[in-house]
Structure formats: structure tokens, C-alpha cells
């Protein structure tokens, strides 16, 4: 995986540099918003980026605009900050952002949300069938089958539960949502998300007992989690 990595505090980035190459990973430093958006706009090399939400130049949030907007949600964006206020990470993520991670850093943690950010790109082709805890995905056929029996989806409720389940772990603000499914934003006072939301919900039975759990903030957003099966 080649990561880049926007934090302009030198032990900082050097940490999660060492940490990256450690576990496999590239990893190139970027001090400076510019200097990553000069790569970006010749060449795109990465796979994911961690940006720092605060750097001298411009901020993680006017990269990660810039980023949407020039080069569409095809690169997960993990943010680091210390911002923790739910106001600011609402920002954040309706910029753009796909996930957040508070410092000080957690190694284990930061490893293992990359890893969920980036299971997407290790998937099979679009239309191959796949597998997400007890439940089986056929995007060619737009069907979902819980342990071999079909649940019965509108369009949009398919569309909305084949991106949770070939991105778990990933963290999907409202406005992503909207706009991947229904192209467009959908008003906060609107139910239309929400009565969609619920409506997969009850229909695929997300649950533990399956394999899964649909956790949510309203501020934040919204992501399917994988359970563990319990050992034997």
C-alpha cells in the first residue's frame, strides 16, 4: 500500500512513517498541502491518504475538498486530528473525509483503520459476488441472500446496503451517502435517508448475530461494523 501522509510536525510524521513501513506499507512525508496537491495534480500514486487537519500552509480540510473535487472518492482520506469537538469532525467529514482518528495516535488503532479504509481496493471486480459475515452479495444480479435466503430490496436500499457492505469498517457521512445514492444532497429535514437506513436494517437483520452491526451518530455518520464470530 502506498500511503501519504500530511503532518508537518517532523516526530510526528516520522512515527507514522516508521509505523507504516513497519507494517508493510509506503509511506511518503508531505509537510506542506501544497507540495501534496502539486503530486496529486500530475500524478496519483497513492492508495490512501492521512492528512493532518492543521498544516501552515492550508488546512486538512481545504486538501481534502480539493481532492473530491478534482479526483472524485476513489482515495479513502483518513483524517489525524486534534480537533474533537463533534462540530469540527462534522465538518470534516462532509468535506469529503471517509474517517477520522483522534491524536495522540494509537498505533493499533491506526493500523487497523487503514486496513478498513483500504479492504475496498483488495476486493474482487465490482460485479463478482462477494461475502460480508453470513450474507452473500451479487451486484450483477442486485441481490443480497442472509444464510442462502434472498431479501427482497427497492433499488435504493440495495444501493444503499451494497456500499456498507463492500466498505466495512468505513465511517459514511450523510452527505456521502446521499450523494453516492441518490446523486444529490438530501436536506437534513428530510426522512428520505433515514427511512432507507431503518428499512435495510430490518430487512438484512444487521446484527452481531449475522456477522455485522450498523452503528451510527447522526452528526457523524454512519458504519457497518464486522463482529467476530465467538470461539467455540
Known sequence: MNIASLEDELAQAQFIQQLLIDAGHRCTIFTRGKELLDVLQKTQPFDLLLLDWEVPDMSGIDVVRWVRTHLGYAIPVLFLTNHTLEEDLVVGLQAGADDYMSKPLRAAE?????????????????????????YTVDPASRTIQLHDQAITLAPKEFELALLFLRNPGRLFSRDVLSSAVWNREIPATSRTLDTHLSNIRQKLDLRPENGVRLSSSYALGYRLELIPKNPA
Open 110 to 134: 491506526l493500523l487497523a483503520r487503514i486496513a478498513a479504509l483500504t479492504r475496498r481496493n483488495q476486493a474482487t471486480p465490482n460485479d463478482s459476488l462477494f461475502h460480508v459475515g453470513a
